[in-house]
């Protein structure tokens, strides 16, 4: 296989698409796309999220200790894009998308209700990153839509559709089909 060097760069993906949920010190809700997101332990359960020092969901989590991280299914592709490219200090993003939030059920923190995966995360610790803060979070509660679930709870994971991002070349998709199962079929090259 040829490939083509790129050099240091944020090409890579697939990315998860979520939307960060904060509220300020005076209770405004603020919403804000990132990709660079993702859960980086099980034991204990920890969410990552790098975001910008200088981005109001930032000013936010460190002034409240808390935030959401919500799964956006590929319905929400335009409110997710724009939820990205506009500051909450600018634009009431909830009223512009038509977006509404819940309260969590651990913390007081605001998740979107059209999310079919809303994570409840209280702020742990940074790390600085250049200009950037990785923002980690202990997991306290996830939510996940009852539809999603059949008889015996197990989950049918196409009910989430999740949006995912291709950084780099900066695109939006939905995820195709299965093509195996997890700490399954790879022992299969052991028969």
């Known amino acids: 296989m040829q490939k083509r060097r790129l050099g240091p760069c944020v090409t890579f993906f697939p990315q998860p698409t979520t939307i960060i949920s904060t509220r300020s010190e005076a209770g405004e809700v603020n919403l804000m796309t990132a990709s660079w997101a993702g859960i980086v332990s099980k034991t204990p359960p920890t969410m990552a999220v790098s975001l ?27 409110e997710a894009d724009l939820c990205g490219v506009r500051s909450g200090r600018d634009l009431d993003k909830l009223e512009t998308c038509h977006l509404d939030v819940e309260e969590g059920s651990v913390l007081p923190v605001p998740l979107l209700q059209q999310s079919p995966l809303n994570v409840e995360c209280r702020f742990d610790r940074e790390i600085e990153i250049g200009d950037y803060r990785l923002i980690l979070g202990e997991i306290v509660e996830i939510h996940a839509v009852e539809a999603a679930f059949d008889e015996d709870g197990t989950i049918d994971a196409t009910v989430f559709d ?14 195709g089909e299965r093509c195996g199962v997890a700490y399954r079929d790879g022992l299969k090259l052991l028969e």
């Not at 936010?60 to 959401?68: K, L, V």
């Not at 999740?162 to 995820?175: A, F, M, Q, T």
């Open 52 to 78: 910008n020092q200088g981005r109001q969901t930032y000013e936010n989590i460190r002034a409240t200790g808390m935030f959401g991280v919500n799964g956006v299914p590929s319905s929400l592709v335009l």
């Open 162 to 175: 999740p949006l995912v991002y291709l950084g780099g070349v900066r695109e939006y998709w939905s995820l």
